[in-house]
């Protein structure tokens, strides 16, 4: 198991609050994950386990996106995203 943090930012490379994460795809079993960044665009995925992953990111009015795929272990442990 491990935890993936990470950060969300803009197209400029701003911090992007409430963006909604959700995984979308993976090769183990994990429960349905759903969560919002904080107001400095920072996450955290919890506990998941060995596998693939691909995490959806939607900015909470809708007009950006980004998908990313991973997988556990990761050796960072975090994720950078930029919607666009």
Do not use: C, Y
Request: zero cysteines; proline letters at 5%; aromatic letters at 4%.
């Amino acid at each position: 198991m491990q935890t993936i943090t990470g950060r969300v930012t803009d197209r400029q490379g701003q911090p992007v609050s409430d963006a909604i994460l959700s995984i979308v795809r993976a090769t183990a079993p994990v429960q349905d994950i759903a969560m919002m960044t904080d107001g400095r665009g920072r996450f955290s995925l919890i506990d998941l386990p060995e596998g693939k992953f691909r995490l959806q990111i939607v900015s909470d009015d809708g007009s950006e996106r980004a998908t990313v795929d991973f997988s556990v272990p990761h050796q960072k442990g975090f994720l950078d995203v930029q919607l666009s």
